[in-house]
């Protein structure tokens, strides 16, 4: 849906979980052997909490963007409390990084990945699209971390036009019934 680069680190499996769903076909990859596959899920009870971890990041995507939660969805605290994560040091240069203690599960990586990427302040830069029939998920890279749409070529030109359109509609209006 988005020309934009996949998010850094560990965000790009977070990025691409919420981007199985798309809303505006309403097509599903995770109900696809071919769209588990990236992510390691069985059809099933797997399936299911995937997409309902899915739906949970989508919402705080769009609370980093802005845009208040247009479904009611389970906590994505609760969602990931169960998934343990261990503290790596490196022996080397004694630097500490998160990883999930049992990498199989798909909550225990993204729980890493959020994580990490809160730690090292990325997190709120993964946002959601403001168009109500995308909701893509996009790495926000502007200097002032305030991008709204998933492509500015697509989801942003049409809001700028329904925009135009409607002051143009609000002005043309007034102009015909003599009102200023």
Same mark, same amino acid.
């Not at 588990?36 to 899915?54: D, K, N, S």
């Given at each position: 849906?988005?020309? %934009?680069?996949?998010?850094?680190?560990?965000?790009?499996?977070?990025?691409?979980? #919420?981007?199985?769903?798309?809303?505006?076909?309403?097509?599903?990859?995770?109900?696809?052997?071919?769209?588990?596959? $990236?992510?390691?899920?069985?059809?099933?009870?797997?399936?299911?909490?995937?997409?309902?971890?899915?739906?949970?990041?989508?919402?705080?995507?769009?609370?980093?963007?802005?845009?208040?939660?247009?479904?009611? *969805?389970?906590?994505?605290?609760?969602?990931?409390?169960?998934?343990?994560?261990?503290?790596? *040091?490196?022996?080397?240069?004694?630097?500490?990084?998160?990883?999930?203690?049992? $990498?199989?599960?798909?909550?225990? %990586? #993204?729980?890493?990945? #959020?994580?990490?990427?809160?730690?090292?302040?990325?997190? /709120?830069?993964?946002?959601?699209?403001?168009?109500?029939?995308?909701?893509?998920?996009?790495?926000?890279?502007?200097?002032? /971390?305030?991008?709204?749409?998933?492509?500015? /070529? *697509?989801?942003?030109?049409?809001?700028?036009?329904?925009?135009?359109?409607?002051?143009?509609?609000?002005?043309?209006?007034?102009?015909?019934?003599?009102?200023?």
């Amino acid at each position: 849906m988005n020309d %934009r680069a996949p998010a850094p680190g560990g965000l790009a499996l977070v990025q691409a979980l #919420v981007n199985t769903l798309d809303l505006e076909t309403g097509a599903d990859a995770l109900d696809t052997s071919e769209g588990r596959a $990236p992510f390691g899920l069985a059809p099933g009870a797997q399936t299911r909490a995937a997409q309902e971890l899915r739906e949970s990041l989508r919402v705080a995507c769009l609370a980093h963007a802005g845009h208040g939660p247009h479904a009611t *969805v389970p906590a994505l605290t609760r969602l990931l409390a169960g998934a343990p994560l261990l503290v790596l *040091v490196d022996a080397e240069d004694g630097s500490a990084s998160l990883a999930p203690a049992d $990498p199989a599960p798909l909550v225990s %990586r #993204v729980a890493a990945a #959020v994580a990490q990427a809160a730690a090292a302040g990325t997190w /709120g830069r993964l946002k959601a699209c403001e168009a109500p029939d995308c909701h893509w998920a996009y790495y926000d890279r502007s200097p002032a /971390g305030r991008s709204r749409w998933c492509a500015m /070529g *697509v989801c942003g030109a049409r809001a700028k036009m329904r925009a135009y359109r409607a002051r143009k509609g609000t002005k043309g209006t007034k102009g015909t019934t003599g009102e200023r």
